[in-house]
């Protein structure tokens, strides 16, 4: 039986005396959320209630749990409100009292949905503070990285049953880029990679003599039939604990038990204490998942390359261990302190450990981070330590990072709590999938179909990283794997062939990782001169180019000469339609006629994409020009542009290097080719929907930086609601106004439609830019006529009321009114695909499609963001009084106002929009 609750009160730890001699114990005051029955803790049908009123809120009610021996070291780690999980617990009564105990079988698991990856696992062991190290700086490029995540992929082709030479050269031919920025040859790579390989070869050879291993990799074989039972091998499994708290990827599985691939030399008998406890931790994932380990396989694949004259020791590169007990809990002991350090958002010292910092590489590093952070270290400090307000400001947005973290790990938590179908409900999955087949692809990965059985609706979006599973996505067969193509039929692929029917959003971190090291960056590598700008100690420079740039638009030229001019940073505020990517080209243009690099950045592949068009089109040569960026990320008409990756190592590199204007979305600047680039300026668009952080991954590469934006539409997306909310572009503008101009001109609305967005948002200052878009109407376009609308839908801006229905997120009547209304727009000549339907819960957008034509764009406000439409109709699903605003911010009725071009009908229950002032006004001006 399992126990799991919240603790209740002060754990008492304490030693006493037993029939066996002293014994640690912690009683742990533990209100319940229910038991379980251990020999299926992973089946949630299984809970029951703990008794009488086991979820007292005032903890009176609390039981008592009893944590022996060293699980005491877990209870000094317990604060009153953390989670608690003990797994096979013994009952008792004592006194009329139900107690619990942890027996010899237990585990005790601090807030076990709080999922701690197993790398974090290996490097806390190592050093508590080189695990906080290496969250702040993350991985950097260099040559043992590289080639460490080459051989473990040439392992992978290995397993899948892959030519060795034939992986080798794919593999090193994929990372041409960073082998050509790291100066490396494929040549000597390919022998250094081979060495390596050897004793993979070695040792599979092996496996393959002396055991009935299946055909797992007979190259031979290709029908071989892969299940995860005994007997057979898979690479690179991804793993998840929803009892101990863990997940991570096990580089291969042999037999059921984990095999751990380490490029370097170990000449021990034994394999080294932390690269146990890697393999421990994947034999708990894997226990958790029906398995019984009691071994693991280190494989050091240096040791055959070792010439047994030069060194004394073992050579032999794979050695296995026996997992015991002790080095399981041990592992979940650990994993506990790191749960319980993140819950509290403390910074380790080194201290918890057992390390010793004079025979650490990160000795130098450690002593400065903790210098300028002030932090105290087992190590020491050295150097000054940064201002306070920069320390405040560090600490501040550290902690609103690691809360968004912990939004993420939520929702790997909702993979298992929430059932399937709510699962679909919320957009965060896709279920019930007919498996069609599969097919094996060259490299030994496979393509995986499977046929939707009905319509639905999704976060998911071709090119994401999903999990993909026979059932569940954590307790089935899974797999990461990535979508190709999303229509009736699903293709994903996958190292592995799972019969696919149902695929789950894969919650990532890479996000997160990579603003907390942008924020160090910024902070830590960051200029003086760029800080005190930064934190308003000093004013922003302007030299004045001297040169008019635009003739037909003020606003639009003052704000190229700020941004060609700007010595520190330029702001330009670009309401709706405004002409902000056509200012953005006509700088950046200005920029790379005076010689200068630039980095042209935004938050969307589709705004890289966008502003990129614009620059092309003010005749900048296309050679100066290369896009970073997956391939499915990056629009069709730009893959031309768009670098390969692969390929000869010096070409590559001459490639990026050679380029004036490098774009790429500001997730892509934090990556590692990315962070070794270096620009005079940075572009950022869509400066207003970036976190701080994340507008820093982009402009941490430049010398000086523009952010374009609109802080009147969409915020930053953070699932946390702290400090992230704000953007930079929206602080900036407060802090340094001088710095800032704004568009005022507007290309796209007829007059009528702007008004209220100008009035409301822009303080009047919004105007049209010409009088043909103050006056545009449906008529002219081609074949469309408004005479043969009903008079209501004649004007630019129309209300159409309807009594809702009750319920809170659909609203069938606004539905099949709009439906009609589109009816109403075709027969007067109207295209389809010039109608755009916005609704502001997913729940609606779904229900109206199921109601209108497919080629009409039917959306939330977010995915209409920086487009726009002849015409669009939008449903406020909202009935009686209204609870809150109704697109949660009337920075989002901006944006869904401000969509259309020439016709804007608003859809919706007159009674409740007018019990909201905002709203209110909107409806005056929409009836006039
Ligand atoms: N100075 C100008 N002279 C003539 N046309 C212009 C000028 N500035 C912008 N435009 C035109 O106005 C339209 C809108 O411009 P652009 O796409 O740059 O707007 P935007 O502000 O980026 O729009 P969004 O709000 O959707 O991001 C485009 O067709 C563009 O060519």
Request: proline content about 4%.
């Given at each position: ?6 603790v209740?009160g002060e754990v008492d730890v304490r030693t006493v ?6 014994s640690d114990l912690a009683e742990v005051p533990l ?33 008592t749990v009893t944590l022996w021996g060293k699980w005491t070291e877990s209870a000094a780690l317990l604060e009153?409100?953390i989670?608690l999980?003990v797994?096979?617990v ?9 107690q619990y105990s942890t027996?010899?079988?237990s585990?005790v698991?601090v ?222 002991r650990?994993?506990n ?592």
């Open positions: 039986m399992n126990v799991r609750g919240t209740a005396t037993t029939s066996y001699g002293e209100r319940f959320d229910g038991l379980e029955d251990s020999a299926s803790p992973t089946d949630a049908s299984n809970r029951e209630s703990g008794g009488a009123s086991p979820n007292s809120v005032d903890g009176k009610d609390a039981r009153p409100g989670e999980l797994t096979n013994e009952e008792d009564e004592y006194q009329g009292e139900t027996t010899g079988d585990y698991v807030e076990p949905s709080f999922l701690v990856n197993v790398t974090a696992v290996r490097n806390w062991v190592e050093c508590p503070r080189l695990y906080y190290l290496n969250k702040l700086s993350g991985v950097p490029l260099n040559y043992p990285v590289v080639k460490g995540t080459i051989v473990h992929e040439v392992f992978g082709d290995l397993l899948r049953g892959r030519d060795l030479e034939a992986a080798i050269d794919e593999r090193i031919d994929e990372r041409g880029l960073e082998l050509g920025l790291l100066g490396e040859t494929p040549e000597a790579v390919a022998e250094d990679v081979r060495d390596n390989a050897a004793a993979i070869e070695g040792w599979l050879e092996q496996g393959r003599l002396t055991e009935e291993d299946g055909a797992a990799t007979a190259a031979d074989n290709p029908e071989r039939a892969f299940t995860p039972a005994e007997g057979s091998w898979r690479s690179e499994q991804l793993l998840i604990s929803e009892t101990f708290g863990i997940r991570g990827r096990a580089d291969a599985v042999r037999r059921g038990a984990p095999v751990e691939l380490k490029t370097g030399k170990n000449l021990r008998k034994d394999p080294r204490f932390k690269d146990k406890v890697q393999a421990a931790c994947y034999a708990l994932l894997l226990e958790e998942h029906g398995g019984d380990v009691d071994m693991g396989t280190l494989l050091y694949t240096k040791n055959s390359a070792l010439d047994r004259n030069e060194e004394t020791g073992d050579l032999t590169p794979a050695k296995e261990f026996t997992m015991g007990d002790g080095l399981l809990k041990f592992v979940v650990v994993r302190e790191i749960a319980a350090m993140e819950i509290a958002g403390d910074v380790p010292t080194g201290y918890e450990g057992d390390a010793k910092c004079e025979y650490c590489f990160e000795q130098d590093t450690c002593m400065v981070v903790s210098g300028r952070l002030d932090q105290e270290s087992k190590a020491g400090q050295i150097g000054q330590s940064l201002p306070d307000e920069e320390l405040e400001y560090f600490e501040r947005l550290y902690r609103a990072i690691e809360e968004e973290r912990r939004e993420i790990h939520a929702e790997y938590a909702k993979l298992w709590e929430q059932d399937p179908q709510e699962r679909a409900d919320d957009d965060r999955a896709i279920v019930d999938l007919e498996f069609v087949e599969r097919r094996e692809l060259e490299g030994g990965r496979w393509e995986l179909r499977a046929r939707q059985r009905g319509a639905s609706t999704s976060k998911l979006r071709e090119g994401d990283l999903v999990l993909a599973s026979d059932g569940h996505p954590v307790r089935g067969n899974s797999e990461l794997a990535r979508i190709e193509r999303l229509d009736d039929v699903i293709v994903v692929t996958a190292d592995e062939p799972v019969e696919v029917t149902r695929l789950d959003v894969y919650p990532s971190e890479l996000t997160t990782d990579r603003l907390l090291v942008a924020l160090h960056d910024a902070l830590l590598k960051g200029s003086d001169r760029r800080k005190d700008v930064l934190f308003g100690r000093a004013d922003p420079d302007f030299d004045d180019p001297g040169e008019t740039f635009i003739d037909n638009n003020d606003a639009q030229d003052e704000a190229v000469r700020k941004a060609v001019g700007a010595q520190d940073c330029a702001l330009i505020h670009g309401p709706p339609g405004t002409g902000k990517t056509y200012t953005i080209a006509r700088a950046i243009r200005a920029m790379v006629e005076r010689g200068e690099r630039v980095l042209l950045s935004a938050f969307t592949n589709r705004a890289v994409d966008n502003a990129l068009e614009a620059l092309l089109e003010q005749g900048i040569e296309t050679t100066d020009v290369v896009r970073v960026g997956s391939e499915s990320g990056v629009r069709e008409d730009m893959q031309a542009y768009r670098l390969d990756f692969a390929g000869d190592p010096e070409a590559r590199v001459a490639e990026l290097q050679n380029a004036q204007v490098v774009a790429a979305t500001t997730a892509t600047c934090g990556s590692r080719v990315m962070k070794e680039q270096s620009f005079d300026a940075a572009l950022v668009d869509e400066a207003a929907q970036l976190t701080e952080p994340g507008t820093y991954a982009a402009i941490n590469l430049a010398n000086r930086f523009v952010l374009v934006g609109d802080h009147e539409q969409l915020p930053p997306v953070v699932q946390a609601e702290n400090d992230l909310t704000e953007s930079l572009f929206e602080r900036l503008v407060e802090q340094s106004p001088d710095a800032g101009v704004m568009l005022d001109r507007q290309y796209r609305m007829n007059q009528r439609i702007q008004a209220f967005a100008s009035r409301e948002f822009y303080d009047g200052e919004l105007r049209p830019a010409e009088p043909t878009v103050a006056t545009r109407t449906l008529d002219d376009l081609e074949g469309v006529s408004r005479e043969r609308l009903p008079t209501e839908l004649r004007d630019p801006v129309s209300f159409v009321p309807v009594a809702g229905d009750d319920s809170q997120y659909t609203d069938d009547a606004e539905a099949t009114r709009i439906a009609d209304l589109i009816e109403r727009y075709e027969a007067a000549g109207l295209e389809r695909t010039d109608i755009g339907v916005i609704a502001p819960f997913r729940a609606q957008v779904s229900n109206i499609s199921n109601h209108v034509p497919e080629d009409v764009a039917v959306d939330t406000v977010d995915r209409f963001q920086g487009s726009s439409q002849e015409v669009i109709i939008v449903s406020f699903t909202a009935t009686d009084t209204l609870e809150g605003p109704i697109f949660e911010d009337y920075r989002r009725i901006n944006v869904a106002l401000t969509r259309p071009k020439r016709a804007l009908v608003l859809v919706g229950d007159p009674d409740a929009l007018e019990s909201d002032p905002l709203y209110g006004r909107m409806l005056e001006w929409a009836r006039q």
